[in-house]
């Protein structure tokens, strides 16, 4: 069984500035992938970046990157000079076991102008 | 390439009423799965196909029924629709079951 958990609920930067989303999460598997995903209001679920749990480099992409700290169970998502694009809800989710993907409760970022 | 498509958009379905909520994958991907999401509740697995042929009751499969027509098809059905069941379906599909997910655009459907 997987559970993973995002704590902020809402955060809210300013445009340019960087931010970092909370991910925690406890797996019985060896083998396991992490994920944060975006869904803008548009409501598609877009991935944003990949880590798999054997990698201990961290995964980036472009202006996305994580902070896997595998000990602690610990996926944070930063975002360097946020744009409004941005503005989202941020999904985490872990798998690797036999079935789907266990996702997080999301958060909701808000880029202010 | 349309990736994952799924139809209807939206439904208004009656309470006991059925139907059955479509997708299609042009990835030729094995795995596929229906999710629901309901606010403050992220994503929720009902059911999943780790490969054509099989399927699996996922966290919440109470009230659903699923078929795997062939590799690009796997549908949803509510056979006797309850207001409980009024949410956002969203159906994704990945290359194996252990593979990164994409997803369709989701059905919103209310269930009065």
């Known amino acids: 069984a997987q559970t993973v958990t995002q704590s902020q609920p809402e955060m809210s930067v300013q445009e340019a500035e960087t931010v970092t989303l909370s991910c925690t999460y406890d797996t019985s598997e060896n083998n396991y992938y992490l994920f944060w995903y975006k869904q803008p209001p548009s409501r598609q679920m877009i991935l944003v970046i990949r880590?798999?749990?054997?990698?201990?480099q961290n995964a980036t992409e472009n202006r996305f990157s994580v902070n896997f700290q595998k000990a602690a169970k610990s996926f944070s998502l930063k975002i360097s000079d946020s744009q409004l694009g941005d503005t989202a809800m941020y999904f985490c989710?872990?798998?690797?076991?036999?079935?789907?993907?266990?996702f997080g409760k999301g958060t909701h970022l808000i880029i202010q102008p | 390439n349309a990736g994952v498509t799924q139809t209807p958009k939206f439904q208004v379905l009656k309470t006991g009423q059925s139907m059955t909520l479509q997708c299609a994958q042009d990835?030729?991907?094995?795995?596929m799965y229906w999710y629901r999401q309901d606010p403050g509740m992220g994503l929720r697995l009902i059911y999943y196909s780790a490969s054509e042929g099989t399927t699996d009751k996922g966290e919440v499969p109470n009230g659903y029924n699923v078929s795997r027509l062939n590799k690009r098809e796997f549908s949803l059905r509510l056979e006797s629709a309850a207001p409980s069941q009024t949410s956002v379906y969203f159906c994704a599909s990945s290359r194996d079951i252990q593979e990164t997910q994409y997803f369709g655009p989701g059905t919103r459907l209310l269930v009065l």
């Open positions: 990835m030729n991907h094995n795995s």
């Open positions: 880590q798999e749990a054997y990698k201990q």
């Open positions: 989710a872990s798998g690797g076991g036999a079935d789907g993907l266990t």
